[in-house]
């Protein structure tokens, strides 16, 4: 029981990252298009498998309690993380991040552009919510609490776990990201602590992706996702 803990917490993160760790090493600018431009095959098959492995291990999350009071929490928790993530550029006049991921490289074939922008979408909302929160919230924070990890409760506190957390999620990201990644890391361990809920951690994460996603698609600053 413990190692299927351990997998199921584990094991979507590491294979996540270890996908998208194809993409500099099959990347070839004098190349085809499927070299020059490989996210866009390697995002859509981290978002199958890995949503594949989430589904499969299903049974070992505890995203409960998800009551009226943690769905509010995690709400406004996942707004103020998107406001803090486009600040930079909204508030203080920061350039436009306009290198990223840009699905119009497709747009002269509209089905093939409609199932990237889809793929991505489900990506950053309901792929990446889930198996980072599983990891850093689910497994992270209480690991540092206790090496059993399974047997520590959801939304145990410790300094460190919290200061680890936080910055670990920090690097997670890219350089630009990293005082808004810090911020909401140590933002969504807050949510967890008051609500004993990883599902309203889920739902945080989700929110602020889907509104950023929406922004990225209406403001073309593909950086952001």
């Known amino acids: 029981m ?33 070299r020059t431009h490989p996210e866009f095959w390697v995002f859509p098959l981290q978002t199958i498998v ?5 589904f499969w ?4 999350y505890k995203f409960r309690p998800f009551g009226p009071s943690a769905i509010l929490i995690g709400t406004l928790a996942g707004v103020l993380a998107f ?8 508030v203080f006049g920061a350039g436009a991040r306009i290198d990223g ?8 074939a509209p089905a093939l552009h409609a199932l990237t922008v889809a ?6 909302v309901l792929v990446v919510p889930f198996l980072e929160e599983v ?6 924070l209480r690991y540092i609490v206790r090496e059993d990890f399974a047997n520590a409760p959801v939304g145990a506190f410790t300094w460190l776990s919290f200061g680890v957390v936080s910055v670990a999620f920090m690097f997670e990201h890219t350089r630009p990201d990293w005082p808004a990644a810090l911020f909401t890391g140590a933002l969504f361990n807050l949510v967890v602590y008051r609500t004993r809920s990883l599902g309203a951690c889920v739902l945080a994460h989700a929110i602020a ?4 996603g929406l922004y990225v698609i209406r403001t073309g600053q593909w950086g952001f996702w």
């Open 2 to 34: 413990r190692t299927t803990a351990f997998a199921a917490h584990v094991g979507p993160f590491a294979i996540f990252l270890a996908l998208l760790g194809l993409v500099p090493l099959v990347s070839d600018p004098a190349g085809p298009f499927w």
């Open 50 to 54: 890995c949503g594949a492995l989430l």
């Open 57 to 60: 291990w299903r049974g070992a």
């Open 83 to 90: 406001a803090v993530w486009i600040s930079p550029s909204w």
């Open 101 to 108: 991921f840009n699905p119009t490289l497709v747009a002269d």
């Open 119 to 124: 793929l991505r979408l489900a990506r950053l």
């Open 135 to 140: 990891f850093w919230r689910g497994f992270a």
């Open 209 to 212: 992706n889907l509104l950023l």
